[in-house]
Each structure stands twice: as C-alpha cells, then as structure tokens.
C-alpha cells in the first residue's frame, strides 16, 4: 500500500510543506486559549511525527505561549505572513506537531477523531454529527485504534 501524501501551505504562498501518512489523531478544540491563539471558534490540529512533516520552501518563525498544561506551547509560522502552520505541545516537544488542517491544500481529507473542550465553544457553534464530543479532554484509549495508541505512546516517550 502507498504512503497518503498530502501538500499544505500558508495564507501568501511563501511557505510549503508535505506531510507522509496518517495522522496519530486530529482534534478539534474549542478552548478559549485556541480561541485567542487563532482569533476564531476552534482549530482542528492533525497529530503528526516531526519527521514525517518536511518543510518544502520558505522560513519559519516560532511563538511561544503558555499551554493549557503551563508548557511551552511553540506556535510555528510562516515568517513572510504569520500564518499559522503547526504547534508543538508540551506532551509531544519537537518531536510531534499538531498541524493546522485548514492549511493544507485539501482539509476535507480529515474528519476530527474528537471534538474538545465544548464547555468553552461558542454557544451558536454547532458540534459535527458522528464525531465524539467532550466536555474537556478524553483518554485517547476511549477512541484510537490500537495502531495508533501504539504511535502516540512511542512519540510521547521520545518527547520525555
């Protein structure tokens, strides 16, 4: 079976990037610091190994802000225009990132495994049908298969 490969960029062109295979697992969250971190409702990340995200063309600039945790959560940017690309959180380090779906060139080939912290979403912000809901977090043994259980647990001991 061949590899999925996906392409993904920022908001003026400056920034490419490729991504190989399948993500560990995508959320969507609707947290108040997503919200002031984006300036929107929510963000949908898609969980990813570090080295399976390869930069194509452009620099990268980084911002650091307090995670949920009290971590450094390193917000990774295209320098040209500011957009969002990937995040690495505290859990992960630099070894994982979450990247921003709404960057790549096809998003739809995404569907969140979760919808987080709904407790915080905006009241007229309607959940998507099918998808698990949370108040808050959940434990990733509740909705990940096996294989990906596995991806998430070596990623985290490579971050410690």
Excluded at 9 to 36: A, D, T, W
Aim: one cysteine or more.
């Amino acid at each position: 079976m061949t590899e999925q490969i996906r392409e993904g960029g920022c908001g003026c062109g400056e920034l490419r990037y490729r991504v190989r295979g399948e993500p560990i697992f995508v959320n969507n969250c609707h947290c108040r610091q997503c919200q002031h971190q984006t300036g929107s409702t929510s963000v949908v990340n898609a969980f990813f190994e570090m080295e399976r995200i390869e930069l194509l063309s452009g620099d990268l600039a980084e911002n650091v802000v307090v995670a949920g945790s009290g971590g450094p959560h390193i917000i990774v940017r295209c320098k040209a225009c500011g957009a969002a690309v990937w995040s690495h959180y505290p859990r992960m380090g630099r070894n994982g990132a979450g990247l921003r779906v709404g960057t790549l060139d096809d998003p739809d080939t995404f569907t969140p495994d979760a919808v987080i912290f709904v407790s915080e979403k905006m009241p007229w912000v309607a959940l998507p049908a099918g998808v698990p809901a949370f108040e808050t977090t959940y434990d990733f043994r509740e909705v990940l298969p096996p294989e990906r259980l596995a991806r998430l647990a070596a990623l985290s001991r490579r971050s410690t």
